[in-house]
């Protein structure tokens, strides 16, 4: 069985990418890592490809790392295998990432959903950093990025008790963007993506790349970058054409120049 589907085209702009993994509830083995990064890469470079739907079955977004394939590893073998490489590439990719989690997003998925944009998250959905259970603690950025989203205390609790949180609770602490009924969950991420695709993509790149770098900077530095990216975008035709269109009471074409 394929580890991940793709289906490019499912609405204008949109790609889908589906964790294919369900006898094991979609656990993150390095094949299939390997194959997501590796495909998100190559979506990365595809003209038509304007935002990426990231999703797994209702049962579960991934259950985090394969357990089974890692358990008998040695610190030495990790070093060497470097997986979070790889997750270094999703992070730095340009094109909008939408998470649409339901049921499971456990460890790795977990961590894998708060790598992308933006989550919408089913009512079933269950959130958690479980890897103390298992003797170690997250390794893909659930330390940083869950604290950042729901605020330390709870990051805290959750991380060192390993309990799960719900899709209710997720929303509230500001983890995922809405909650929806379980028969929805893709459906709202595929028509947020299609929206996002029609928008001028130089001016969403240079969004996205802003918005993170809220979490890396300084407010000073990161206004500066902001600044210096609404100025550049006066340089695209993109900017011309929307301004226009507003003027002239029309539809914009976009052009991605
Ligand atoms: C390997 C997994 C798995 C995992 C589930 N399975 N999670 N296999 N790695 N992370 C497998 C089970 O072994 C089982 O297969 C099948 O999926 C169904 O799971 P069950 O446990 O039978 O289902 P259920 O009783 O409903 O319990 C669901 C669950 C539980 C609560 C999600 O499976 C669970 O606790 N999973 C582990 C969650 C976890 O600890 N994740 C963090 C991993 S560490 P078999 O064939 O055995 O019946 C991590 C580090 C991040 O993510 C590093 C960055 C990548």
Not at 42 to 49: A, C, H, I, T
Not at 107 to 117: F, I, P, R, T, W
Not at 217 to 240: I, M, P, V, W
């Amino acid at each position: 069985m394929q580890p991940l589907l793709i289906e490019k085209g499912i609405r204008p702009g949109v790609a889908l990418l589906r964790l294919n993994r369900p006898e094991s509830l979609n656990a993150l083995n390095r094949a299939l890592v390997a194959e997501l990064t590796e495909t998100l890469l190559q979506l990365e470079k595809d003209d038509e490809v304007k935002a990426i739907v990231i999703t797994g079955n209702e049962r579960a977004f991934a259950a985090g790392a394969d357990i089974k394939e890692m358990a008998n590893d040695s610190a030495i073998d990790m070093l060497l295998l470097d997986q979070f490489q790889r997750w270094d590439q999703i992070k730095r990719l340009k094109k909008v990432l939408i998470a649409a989690v339901s049921g499971y997003a456990l460890g790795g998925g977990c961590e894998l959903a708060m790598l992308c944009d933006i989550i919408i998250a089913s009512e079933t959905a269950q959130f958690g950093q479980p890897e103390i259970k298992i003797g170690v603690i997250p390794g893909a950025g659930g330390t940083q990025r869950l604290v950042r989203a729901i605020g330390k205390s709870r990051a805290m609790e959750y991380i060192l008790t390993g309990r799960f949180f719900s899709a209710q609770q997720a929303a509230a602490w500001g983890l995922v963007s809405r909650v929806v009924p379980v028969e929805l969950y893709l459906e709202e991420a595929l028509k947020l993506a299609e929206e996002i695709a029609s928008m001028p993509p130089i001016a969403v790149q240079l969004a996205k790349q802003s918005v993170l770098k809220a979490y890396e900077l300084s407010l000073e530095e990161g206004l500066h970058f902001e600044r210096r990216n609404f100025y550049l975008l006066f340089a695209t035709e993109d900017q011309k054409e929307g301004m226009r269109a507003f003027m002239e009471k029309r539809t914009p074409q976009w052009k991605g120049r």
